[in-house]
């Protein structure tokens, strides 16, 4: 064959490669459409909020890149709350969104300094949210997000006022839910389609978020990956956790007796849930010796992680602290900037389209 002709073909298939992967991502552009214009972002990848971690930088971060970052209000009060979506707005032009605690003692207040400081996405999490709360964020123009943990709920929440649902598998990092997110897709997605659905809990490659665009979501919320993201500012400890764990490393916290309840909570294990077992076996003891009420006993056992999180994320204290992280965990392997994660969940799932095609 003539040299011309070795040339010729070589950028013919240069040619049907780039066509291949623009359809890919044209395919991947309209199943996601739906989320993208829900959020006003170019890729419909919400990051979870993770309290100490979703903070300004990693949500300015994520949003800059053409995902859509969320802050995690947590335990803020109304002074600094306003003070981190300020930061925010100072580092993105880009639209974020705030998640707020529907148990946190002030959440009117809350509410409100997220619509005074305009953020177009308000995520009410942690229970079913409050009707003036609910209110105040519709009556506002911005939209509203909420959990959904089944079906009954979805449908409940959708017509109460929620614009948009998360649906959340037990595969997730920190409080969870008890059902995987492969049982609440099958039996949430093919009945609610009047407003968008995100899929999370678990994700960690591109290939599984295109699986639940086909099944029906609008987009999918990561959290793990991100935390240790290169613009996270969880300490070097807690990020070299992540990289070292496997998914198996990450489980849910274990009940003693069921008389007193503890709340699942998913991180990696380590001397603190070892510590954690001991310790509710010591207030067991106590109740039962009569050394302790059962209220007493249950504080105590509450008490138990106080700040842990904080002192795993900020201090790098990842013996004895909280490390939260989903099951997703095994999928990362080093410290990325979030555009590259971001990127590579993209790459993926075009590259699933195509070899289909």
């Not at 214009?37 to 419909?44: H, I, K, Q, W």
């Not at 990051?47 to 300015?60: H, T, Y």
Request: include cysteine; charged fraction near 15%.
């Amino acid at each position: 064959m003539p040299p011309d002709s070795v040339i010729l073909d070589t950028g013919l298939d240069s040619g049907l490669a780039t066509q291949a992967a623009c359809a890919a991502r044209a395919r991947l552009d309209a199943l996601w459409s739906r989320g993208t214009a829900f959020l006003g972002s170019r890729m419909a990848i919400l990051g979870g909020a993770m309290s100490w971690v979703s903070e300004r930088s990693l949500v300015a971060a994520i949003s800059n890149a053409g995902a859509f970052g969320v802050i995690a209000c947590g335990s803020m009060g109304p002074a600094l709350l306003e003070a981190e979506i300020a930061a925010t707005q100072a580092l993105t032009s880009a639209p974020f969104g705030v998640n707020l605690i529907t148990m946190h003692p002030q959440l009117d207040e809350l509410v409100q300094v997220c619509i005074r400081a305009g953020v177009s996405h308000v995520v009410l999490a942690g229970g079913v949210p409050p009707g003036p709360a609910v209110r105040a964020v519709k009556d506002s123009g911005a939209k509203l997000i909420c959990f959904a943990p089944a079906l009954v709920l979805a449908k409940r929440l959708v017509k109460s006022g929620a614009d948009a649902l998360v649906i959340e598998g037990s595969e997730a990092g920190g409080h969870i839910g008890p059902v995987s997110l492969t049982v609440l897709a099958q039996e949430i997605l093919p009945h609610i389609r009047d407003v968008p659905v995100f899929v999370a809990g678990g994700l960690g490659r591109g290939e599984a978020i295109l699986a639940y665009l086909e099944m029906g979501a609008a987009g999918a919320q990561l959290g793990t990956r991100f935390a240790a993201s290169m613009e996270s500012i969880a300490h070097a400890n807690f990020k070299r956790a992540f990289i070292r764990a496997n998914a198996r490393d990450a489980l849910p916290s274990v009940q003693l007796d069921p008389r007193f309840p503890v709340i699942p909570v998913r991180g990696l294990v380590n001397e603190g849930t070892q510590r954690f077992l001991a310790a509710q076996a010591e207030a067991l003891r106590a109740f039962q010796s009569g050394e302790l009420t059962r209220e007493a006993a249950q504080l105590q056992i509450e008490h138990f992680w106080a700040g842990a999180l904080r002192r795993a994320v900020i201090d790098g204290d990842v013996d004895g602290g909280s490390v939260m992280a989903g099951q997703s965990v095994g999928m990362v392997t080093s410290e990325q900037p979030v555009a590259m994660v971001i990127e590579e969940l993209v790459s993926q799932a075009t590259a699933a389209i195509a070899a289909r095609a």
